[in-house]
């Protein structure tokens, strides 16, 4: 299913009609530091109408990017759809489309990747960014912010994560060799 010597890293973003963020998103990956790895970004389109497609192949000449389509609604759909399709690299990353990465990030994600190879599932800092508004009180809630916001900061030690904490689903990845028993993601809304 992946040819894991052809790539080290393969981005996976699922969107839906939100051109001008995936964008920015892509503007940082495109961006940030990639060394001597080789890395992909997949974007699967959800079948959007706005320019989605014309902004992810504009990327195409600074970044390898990769367009799929899926027209069954939902991001469950589409994350499978891309593990359907396969050719992924070593490392499967999941980054929402309205994310923005660190310059260093893909090599920390390798890093701690290399400094764990008994782990398969990562999960990595994510910081908010508040609009030019008042935030609401309740947003600052410190058990309402992980869930509702994906908010992740376990500090900057390397940390098991341990049943019951929470994994956000904006930003984790794990090894591919965990899809060779053909391990697909599960639609819990169906």
Known sequence: M???????????????????????????????????LSVEVVVIDNNSSDRTREVAEAFSERIRIRILTQSRPGKIHSLNHALDVGGLGALVVLLDDDMSVHPGWFQGVKSISNRHPDCDYFTGRTILSWPDCEVPAWAHHRFLRPWAFSFIDYGD?????????????????????????GRRFLDFWN
Not at 13 to 30: G, H, V
Not at 157 to 179: E, T
């Open 2 to 36: 992946n040819d894991r010597n052809a790539l080290d890293i393969s981005v996976l973003i699922c969107t839906f009609n939100r051109a001008e963020s995936l964008r920015e998103t892509l503007e940082s990956l495109a961006e940030a530091d990639r060394g001597n």
């Open 157 to 181: 030690q390397d940390v098991a994560v341990k049943p019951g904490q929470w994994l956000s689903g904006n930003h984790y990845w794990f090894r591919s060799k965990v899809l060779e028993d």
